[in-house]
Structure formats: C-alpha cells, structure tokens
C-alpha cells in the first residue's frame, strides 16, 4: 500500500504568476508528485500551493521548489498582509496514507537538513518534526517577521536547526515541518476596520486577549504572581485567528487557521464567526477557503446548516456541498469549485467511476454492447442503486411533508441511511466490472514455465474471489435496503407508495441477479470451505429478500386499493 504525503508549501509571491509558475514547473519534474492545486493571493502577496506523493518524491519536489523561490523571490522588496520570514515562508508534510506523523516528521527532517546543508537557507523545524516544544509554535519562529529576523537569528535560543546563523537577506528563513491537515479560512467582514476584524479574532481564536484593566485596549495589562500576561480564552478550541484588510477585495477579514478540524469544524467557525460579529454590530458577509479542504468538512457543513433549518439530510453528496458553499458564502469572492478545492476530488482515479459516470444513455448503449463488461453483476448493483434511490426520495418527501413538520427527523434518519447505501452500491458498478477485468487479465498471463504456471493459477484464483465477493457486497446492501423500502411502505408519505413498491422490486431484483454472479463466479474457486459458506449466506440473503418483498408488496397494494 502507498504511503501518501502531502506537501503545502507557502511562497511569498501572489502577483507575478510567471514567477508562481516557474516554482510549480519544478515541482511537477518529479515523478511521483501530482500537483493539485495553486491558490495565489495578490493581498497577502502569497501562494499556497499543494501537492502529494509518495514520501521521498515530495521531499525532491520541495526541495527544488524551494531552491526557485529563493532564486526568483526578493524577500527585501516583499509587501504583504501575511506575516512571512522568507521567500518559502513555510512548508509543512501533512501524512494523508498509510504513514505515520512519525515517519512524516522524520521526512521534514530530512528535507530540513537538505534545505540547510545544501541550499545554505536557515531552516526552523516546527510542530511534529520540532523536539523543542518551546519553539514548535509557527507563529512564535515567525515572531517579528522577515524585518525582526537580522537581530533576531543571532540570539542563542534562536540559532536555526540547519543552515547558516546568518539571516539570509534575499530568501530569508523557512520554517519545515510535519503537522495535521491544518484548514486556512478567511471570513470576510462588511468592515474595512483592521482593528474590529481583529476584535473578533481575538474573541474566537483560542489564544485569546491580553486581560487589561479598564480599556480593553489602552487598559493595563493584568499579570499573574508571576509578572506573566493573564489571557481571557477566545471560544474555539484548536483556532488562530488574525484581523486583517485586503484591499484587493475592499474589505476586512478573520483569517484563521483550523489546526483541528475534529474539535472545531469549519461550521462551527464559520457560526462562532457570525456571532461575535453580530455582538459587535458587524455582518459576516461570506468566507473563502485557502488551498484546499477535506470532503467531511463540506458534507459535515451540509448536514449541519440543513439541521438548523429543519430538513432532511438524506441528500446526495453534490447538494450538502451546494448547502454549505451557499450558506457559507464560499463563492462571494470567486467562484468555488469543489472538483478543484477538495482534496478526494482531486485524487479520485477517473477510471474507478467510468461508468458511474455515464449518462444513462451512454451506459445502455455500453451494456448492450459486444463488450461482455459491464455484464449483470454491474446491472444487479445498478438496479439495488435505483430501489434505495426511490425509498430515499419517500424518505426526503415525508420529511418535508406538510403538517408532518414533528417527523422531519425520523425521516431524514432514514434517508441519510439511504443514500450511503446508494453511493456504495453506485461504486459496486464498476467494482463488478473491475473484477471481470481482473480475471480476464490473469487468464492472459504468461503460461511458458511452471513458475508462471503457478503464478498464473494464483492470480486467476485471487481474481476469482474477488469478483464472488463483489456481487455478494451487493446481495447484503441491496437486502439492507429494504428495511428502509419496508419502513417508507408502511410509515411514509401515502402519495408514494407506489414508488417504495417499485424500490422492493428492483432490491428483491438486484439481490437475486447478484447471487446469479456469486454462483457462476464461485463455480471456478478451488476454495470448497469458502464457496459452501458463500453459498449457504447467499441462499439465505435470497430467501429473506423474497420473503420481506411479499410484505412490502403487500402492504403497498392495500394502501393502493384499486
């Protein structure tokens, strides 16, 4: 399996795009390494840009792109809204697969050294690759800037953890290290008042304020016994959080960094946001994100803003998206496309969705073609898709059912259940076909030598099981889902039960033609023990589905009555 790493490096450069280009150019040199995305900034006068790869091509990638940053960015000339120290102000490795932040840690250590060592840049280790707690923080290495960092460099506590102890006056210093999935939000503020849109980051971010006496501003600073600053907690937990003016757009932001999108998700930030602000007479206006941003976030955000207004959040994973941009106002400032911006999106193989991805006229004509792919594994899998699609549709409908308003819960319970059974039978489409593909693949390997005869069998057999045990995946969904057609039968929406008659028809079909492809697959696995116990589950599967579709069908056709 993979090992998967995620770089995020930060340039100080948002307005020359040819400089931009010229340091992505060097990181799409290397193999391994898929660029995925290039957010400038011409306020911050910033670029966030992201890639991914195995381990050791994202340390050679970063490496060559921090090397063109400091050969084309003249940090003594640099102007921006950002706080920066060099001209790659900052380049963490996030693990996204099957790597420890461990093993990560000891990759920006790596990348560290080499940065040090070879490019004769200062080089700050921070969060997970940082051993010194006390200098881990980002914002505390960046403490005053790229201007504070001539005397600062010279200071014993602050010699670099590789390179020179020399500040570098063209690329400054870079800070390398190995962190979690770190979300950058901006909110944007009907106020061009730094100091206000600075208010209400000091309110929500989890720093806090300085304590003053009197004036919250001018007051005196309240100490501890110790002489230390004492600080009133802001309300976000894993949250940093700055005031700031982009004059690009004409207005003030709450820029903020969400260290930890399972204490404090991004709607709940975006809500705590809107709140303090209103408590200071100032309306959130919308937001924008940063690079880009997990799935969960958005489909979270989704579910969340729709339970606040009641609705169902059984609802395909494109409209909870659509709900959270549209309440958030992520597409104020420009246009926001979730195929660019998240990160699943951005990795998804195209080819593990190619005929999910048809339009039905194109998947019909695939079907009936010469091709014996897809075949009726891909169909069963299809039509169990389509039976649960319409017992969500009743689901959806009677939670937005008139004078029914006191059930919107219970029926979006059942709906939310619906469609993830829906997306997981929609991905058995092609995995049916895939595991075709796969045993065709291994009847045409080499058969010269008895070594690739074995090798042959082997392949052939692990084939064959994997294309037995997709069509049983769609035995069990397309079963489980008439426990949701039952309960939209009996207790749903009248005017549509016919629909939820239609969807026990199309589950009792999907699991009897998926049992149709466990049998004629399993009659070519050597594994007896595997296939009498495949068999015995399966035939107990097809008598249970038959036997709740005479149920369902019954009650359907009373509640019918003509």
Sequence with gaps: MQQLIECVPNFSEGIDLSVIKQITNEIEKIEGVRLLNVDPGKATNRTVVTFVGSPQAVVDAAFLAIKKAGELIEMSKHKG???????????????????????????????GERVGNELLIPVYLYEAAQDNKERSNLSVIRAGEYEGFFKKIKLPEWKPDFGPHEFDEKRGATVIGARDFLVAYNVNLNTTSTRRANSIAFDVREAGRVKREGDPINGKIVTDASGNPVSIPGSLKSVKAIGWFIEEYGVAQISMNLTNINVTPLHIAFDEACKKATERGIRVTGSELVGLVPLKSLVDAGKYFLKKQQRSTGVSEKELIKIAVKTMGLDELAPFKPEERIIEYLLKDSTSTKLISMSLWSFADETASESPAPGGGSISAYVGSLGISLATMVANLSSHKKGWDSRWEEFSVWAEKGQKIKDDLLMLVDQDTAAFNKIMEAFGLPKSSEEEKIYRKAAIQEATKFAIEVPFKVMQLSFQSLEII????????????????????????????????????????????????????????????????????????????V
């Design 81 to 111: 809204e950002h706080p920066r120290m060099g001209a790659t102000d900052v380049c963490p490795l996030i693990p996204i697969a099957n790597i420890t932040m461990e093993e990560t840690a000891q990759w920006a250590k790596k990348l």
């Design 486 to 561: 039952k309960a939209m039968a009996e207790s749903g929406n009248p005017n549509s039960v016919s629909d939820a008659g239609v969807g026990a028809l199309c589950a009792r079909s999907a699991v009897m033609g998926a049992f149709m492809n466990v049998r004629i697959n399993a009659s070519g696995y050597e594994d007896k023990p595997f296939v009498d116990e495949i068999i015995r589950k399966g035939k107990a599967i097809e008598e249970s589905t038959i036997q709740l579709e005479s149920e369902i069908l019954k009650v359907v056709n009373e509640k019918i009555g």
